[in-house]
């Protein structure tokens, strides 16, 4: 068992260890979904909710019914119905409770299901040892990490649309070129705490 701190793994799930930037991990609907910060930060908000109760609930499903049974191969398969089940829930509450959200995010909301980061989440915790809280804490720091991370590039994507962009950097060149220049910066962090 992992004996990590759960504030250690809350504030590097956030900064060192963030899931997107330092594992790259749920990096298209971050590329095509940060283009305007409302945006950013509903998509960003379903991803905290469903990353912090999927990995909860993946961390139940998996250490007291598929490790008693001995069916921890069946562990992806497992995971991915809880994803797409909580995504399916928080699709349905975003149309209902904000049609404008659920239409800005279009297609991308129901590809929360098919997000890698949500996946890393969970097998991050199976593959760090990691005890409830521990996963409690990771769930939530991997979420706020990964909204973070869309919310600052959205902002910065902006600001763009009013920036002198040189020609051949137009379009995915500069937004692969600053998501790298983000990602180094977080990397940063990586002095103050490590998972």
Sequence with gaps: MNTTPVVIIFVASIFTNN???????GMCSFLVCSNRIDTAVGLGTAVIFVMFFTTALN?????????????????????????????????????RFSPK???ALGIFLPLITVNCAILGA???????KYNFVQTL???????IGWALAIALMAGLREKMGYSNVPAPLK???????????????????AGILKL
């Design 122 to 128: 969970a097998l991050f915790m199976v593959i760090r």
């Design 101 to 103: 959200l659920y239409y």
């Design 171 to 189: 379009g995915p060149g500069i937004i692969m070129l600053v998501t790298g220049v983000i990602a180094m910066a977080f990397m940063g962090f």
């Design 19 to 25: 899931i997107l930037l330092a594992s790259f991990l």
């Design 137 to 143: 804490f990771f769930g939530l720091g991997a979420g």
């Design 59 to 95: 961390y139940v499903i998996y250490h007291y019914v598929l490790v008693p049974l001995k069916l921890e191969f069946l562990s992806y398969i497992i995971f991915i119905a809880v994803i797409a089940a909580f995504v399916q829930l928080v699709e349905m509450f975003v149309e």
